[in-house]
């Protein structure tokens, strides 16, 4: 079936620092990419997605490409802020053969910048 | 536009009770879906309802249930709750069951077992 493999962390980076979070798939089909972003206490916000091979997502800051051919959708951010600690989720929705399918999420990243 | 809402946000029940949840999602959206979130296993996929059927269920119990009324409104039930239960319920809504759809998520209920 669909997996989504992330680093668990916890990741701790300084502020100003350059993230990368790495995210590997494995899904029939064509799958849709998302990043979802959850703040402690709070449910997950998207953050970005793209929906075919060689789509680059991006938001506040974040993109990620959609590699097919390494089936990789890594997160990337030029300089972190305090306020971007919280836990990142690599998810994919697979929807093959027109059925419906649910999203199937990584372990999630916990990401710590410190000032 | 209002988010999606759930209700009860916290919940406390005892071994063998039943809990019913509710989620109300975003104006115009018909897809919902609920998952599990817990430490140990992280975010599983429950099930996905679309126009009041339900489309596609994850792998869990006969114990875990849900309905679609026809404005959306989307409720989960879980019968005979065992410890392992205990879990933040989160829900999401979507336009339809199209995959490039983002899933817009809901605050979740924190069910605690005792």
């Known amino acids: 079936g669909d997996s989504v493999t992330q680093m668990e962390g916890p990741v701790t980076l300084s502020e100003e620092a350059f993230l990368t979070i790495n995210c590997t798939y494995t899904a029939t089909g064509y799958p849709s990419l998302f990043w979802y972003v959850q703040y402690p206490g709070e449910g997950l916000q998207l953050l970005l997605k793209a929906t075919k091979a060689d789509d680059k997502g991006s938001n506040k800051g974040f993109e990620a490409t959609y590699r097919k051919e390494t089936t990789s959708f890594h997160l990337e951010k030029g300089s972190v802020q305090v306020s971007d600690s919280a836990v990142y989720f690599c998810a994919l929705s697979g929807r093959s053969g027109g059925g419906a399918d649910g999203l199937t999420f990584g372990k999630g990243t916990h990401l710590i910048i410190q000032p | ?114």
Request: charged share 15%; net charge positive; glycine share 10%.
């Open chain 2, 1 to 114: 536009k209002a988010g999606v809402t759930q209700t009860p946000r916290y919940l406390i029940k005892t071994r063998g009770q039943q809990v019913t949840l509710s989620c109300s999602p975003i104006s115009g959206h018909r897809s919902v879906s609920w998952y599990q979130q817990t430490p140990g296993q992280g975010l599983q996929f429950l099930f996905e309802y679309f126009s009041e059927t339900q489309r596609n269920k994850g792998n869990f119990p006969g114990r875990f249930s849900g309905r679609q009324f026809s404005n959306s409104r989307s409720e989960m039930n879980v019968s005979t709750l065992e410890l392992g239960d205990s879990a933040l319920y989160l829900c999401a809504s979507s336009l339809s069951v199209n995959s490039y759809n983002e899933q817009f998520f809901g605050p979740g209920t924190r069910l605690t077992v005792l």
